[in-house]
């Protein structure tokens, strides 16, 4: 079983900046994919970002592109979100993710979500 625990959210104006950090604990034997989602009001969960471990791969979504960026510290078993110029519609709960398998199966693991709210 694996546990992820996110932290760093808050509230920003638009324009601003927050770190988003998720520590990983239990036994992360076979999990390939680490990610990041969100979910804002009313609207399903979507995917932020998604980084293939075993390809040194990452994928961004277009809509965060260039704004947010993802990495990894594999001796801490963190991953963290950077998130810049942000703006309104990045208003969500970002949840941290992971799974063995190719994310469009499904994740196996989930964090319980930190809150980000951007004001204009």
């Known amino acids: 079983q694996v546990q992820l625990v996110e932290s760093g959210g808050g509230s920003v104006q638009t324009g601003g900046s927050l770190r988003l950090s998720c520590v990983a604990s239990g036994d992360m034997y076979g999990i390939d994919y680490m990610a990041w989602f969100r979910q804002a009001p009313e609207k399903e969960r979507v995917e932020v970002s998604v980084?293939?471990?075993?390809?040194?791969?990452?994928y961004t979504a277009a809509s965060v592109e260039g704004r947010f960026f993802f990495s990894l510290d594999r001796t801490k078993k963190a991953l963290y979100l950077a998130m810049t110029q942000l703006k309104p519609e990045d208003t969500a709960i970002y949840y941290c993710?992971?799974?063995?398998?190719?994310?469009?199966?499904?994740?196996?693991?989930w964090g319980n979500g930190t809150l980000v709210t951007v004001s204009s």
């Open positions: 993710a992971a799974s063995k398998q190719d994310p469009q199966y499904g994740m196996d693991y």
């Open positions: 980084y293939w471990i075993g390809g040194d791969s990452l």
